[in-house]
């Protein structure tokens, strides 16, 4: 046994170089999101290493979600480059083991968000790119004021694209990720107040869309201080909706709810 120790930890080291590689290719575009990657015949080729190493490589990036493997003859690994949804997935789920409640997210939001609406007043481009993408969702979420459960969606919607347009690309995935989080577990509770009886009236909903049409004004304006105090006044009084049953809540980052938002 002995002497095939060398071997193993020789494969095991192959294997992590080849991972490596194809890692690096994936993360600067050379490997495009939704591709395959070669077959193994030609992985073992291109970098003169053992079938099994260039398997267990295969099982380093599926493990890390960078591809997904399928077996048999017609089988393959189709890349998955990482972006905001991953990103959101992997932070809510680490904030549920720690064991995160709702309103913790929630104070996060009523910090970050309003920097997001500020910098979406501030730029130069809001008339071309911003304010028309937020006046449809405007239109989508008036048009559901009957329907609850789905005036929640379209409302979240308008919500993840203000933070959606932020220039700051690491501002952008960390709040986005969180807009998404939030997002899911205020439609959880959304579904549970219908079936009861007990969502907010339409005439608490027509506040809500007035709050957003109010905001994406001060947004064409390119009043950024209006536009940073009319997000955190909005955003604390519907807060204020979901805490009243979730106030105890565990974010639930691993529902099959949670888990579709991310991927959209």
């Known amino acids: 046994m002995e002497p095939a120790e060398p071997t193993k930890i020789g494969q095991m080291r192959m294997a992590e170089l080849v991972a490596s590689a194809l890692r690096e290719r994936i993360l600067a575009g050379g490997i495009t999101d939704g591709s395959t990657l070669p077959k193994q015949d030609e992985l073992v080729a291109q970098f003169g290493v053992s079938y099994p190493s260039v398997r267990e ?3 380093i990036l599926e493990t890390e979600g960078f591809v997904t493997v399928r077996r048999g003859n017609r ?3 189709t890349v998955h ?12 789920l680490t904030l549920q083991a720690m064991q995160v409640d709702v309103p913790d997210l929630g104070q996060a939001l009523a910090v970050l968000e309003p920097i997001c609406a500020a910098h979406c007043a501030q730029r130069e481009d809001r008339l071309e790119v911003v304010v028309p993408r937020l006046r449809e969702l405007l239109a989508i979420s008036e048009s559901h004021l009957d329907d609850g459960a789905a005036f929640t969606r379209a409302s979240r919607e308008f919500h993840d694209a203000v933070v959606g ?4 690309a690491t501002l952008r995935v ?8 939030w997002s899911a577990q205020e439609e959880s509770w959304a579904d549970t107040q219908l079936s009861r009886g007990s969502y907010p009236s339409r005439s608490e909903r027509v506040q809500a869309q007035r709050a957003h049409e109010r905001l994406t004004a001060v947004i064409a304006d390119g009043d950024a201080a209006e536009a940073s105090r009319l997000a955190q006044e909005h955003l604390t009084a519907t807060q204020r909706w979901v805490l009243r049953s979730l106030r105890t809540r565990v974010i639930d980052a691993a529902s099959t709810r949670t888990r579709m938002r991310f991927r959209h």
Do not use: C, M, Q
Request: hydrophobic share 45%; net charge neutral.
């Open 57 to 59: 490589a295969l099982r």
């Open 75 to 77: 089988g393959g690994a």
């Open 81 to 92: 480059a990482p972006d905001i949804g991953t990103a959101g997935y992997a932070l809510g």
């Open 165 to 168: 347009f932020d220039t700051n």
């Open 174 to 181: 960390v709040v986005k990720s969180l807009t998404s989080l």
